[in-house]
């Protein structure tokens, strides 16, 4: 069984300001791979960024970097120069290689940006 | 790339009615997935289809749910008897590649409301 677990419901950042959301995962998965995803209020998931687990670098995309840490099971979403558009909800997933072609997500966090 | 598309956006409908969900994913996409998402929750699998096979389905997914790709363009949700607990938004995922880093495109989504 796999599970993620987002512990922040929400979070205010300011505007041009850094933030780190937390993800940690539990998988029984020698191998696997893990997302993020943002939901703003339209309601479409978008893809941020990914992380395998057998990467040996933190993945980063522009203004988004994983702060992978296997040993502690985390996979932290850092946003670098927070803009008023990044306010939505953040999904952390992962996927296993045994479990088929579910990704599994946790409850998310809700970030706010303020100006 | 128009990008995925589901039809309606939103639907309200009677407890015990049928309804039925439509989902355009990216035209060269043979993977599609469907997904369920109630309110303050991550969204949960529901079934996977490669081209018009449908290869996975979860425990999540009722009798009362039945979701086709005839083609494997397309595909259909459609619940029927809908409970009040039905209500939630479905989102429709597709995708070109398999593996670990496999990268989902997401739709708008449908909600649904059951009164």
């Known amino acids: 069984a796999q599970k993620i677990t987002q512990t922040q419901p929400g979070m205010f950042v300011q505007e041009k300001e850094a933030v780190t959301l937390d993800c940690t995962y539990d998988t029984s998965d020698p191998s696997y791979g893990l997302f993020w995803y943002k939901q703003p209020s339209s309601g479409e998931m978008i893809f941020l960024i990914y992380q395998g687990s057998y990467d040996q670098q933190n993945a980063t995309e522009g203004r988004y970097s994983l702060n992978f840490q296997k040993a502690r099971k985390s996979a932290n979403l850092v946003i670098s120069a927070s803009q008023l558009g990044d306010s939505a909800m953040y999904f952390c997933a992962m996927r296993g290689a045994n479990a088929g072609n579910m990704l599994t997500f946790g409850g998310g966090t809700r970030l706010m940006v303020k100006p | 790339d128009t990008g995925v598309s589901q039809d309606p956006r939103h639907k309200i409908t009677k407890r015990g009615q049928n309804v039925t969900f439509r989902c355009d994913p990216i035209?060269?996409?043979?993977?599609l997935y469907w997904y369920r998402q109630t309110l303050g929750q991550g969204p949960e699998f529901l079934t996977y289809?490669?081209?018009?096979?449908?290869?996975?389905k979860s425990r999540l997914l009722s009798d009362r749910f039945s979701a086709e790709r005839p083609k494997g363009s397309f595909s259909t949700l459609e619940i029927q008897r809908t409970e009040q607990g039905d209500s939630a938004m479905y989102l429709c995922?597709?995708?070109?590649?398999?593996?670990?880093?496999?990268?989902?495109?997401f739709g708008s989504g449908t909600q649904l409301s059951v009164l």
């Open positions: 289809f490669q081209n018009e096979a449908q290869l996975e």
């Open positions: 035209s060269e996409h043979n993977r």
């Open positions: 995922a597709s995708s070109g590649r398999q593996g670990l880093g496999e990268k989902l495109f």
